[in-house]
Nanobody, 124 residues
Framework: QVHVAESGGGLVQAGGSLRLSCAAS????????MGWFRQAPWKEREFVAA????????SYADSVKGRFTISRDNAKNTVYLQMNSLKPEDTAVYYC?????????????????WGQGTQVTVSS
């Protein structure tokens, strides 16, 4: 069983930045593809960003491309989501997920382990 836990959410003004962190347990963290998803009130959970096991392959939703950056530090069993130029429409609960695969996925169905989520609120 893999435990995933997000941190770093909060309240920020539009145009500001936040960095989310996701710590995952397990001795084989460097074999997991990792992803970030988000869910706003009354909306479906949506893909935000994903990274392969090595960090060399990344993928982003069009809505965040150029503003968000996903990265990972396998020595620390941690994945990061740097969020810049935040907009009110970025407000959501952000979830980190891990999958038993070296590759990443843009589909939530492709992930095996999920964190509890961290709230990000962007005020206008």
């Amino acid at each position: 069983q893999v435990h995933v836990a997000e941190s770093g959410g909060g309240l920020v003004q539009a145009g500001g930045s936040l960095r989310l962190s996701c710590a995952a347990s397990g001795r084989t963290f460097n074999s997991y593809g990792m992803g970030w998803f988000r869910q706003a009130p009354w909306k479906e959970r949506e893909f935000v960003a994903a990274v392969s096991w090595s960090g060399s392959i990344t993928s982003y939703a069009d809505s965040v491309k150029g503003r968000f950056t996903i990265s990972r530090d396998n020595a620390k069993n941690t994945v990061y989501l740097q969020m810049n130029s935040l907009k009110p429409e970025d407000t959501a609960v952000y979830y980190c997920a891990a999958r038993n695969s070296y590759s990443s996925s843009r589909s939530s169905a492709g992930y095996d382990y999920w964190g509890q989520g961290t709230q990000v609120t962007v005020s206008s």
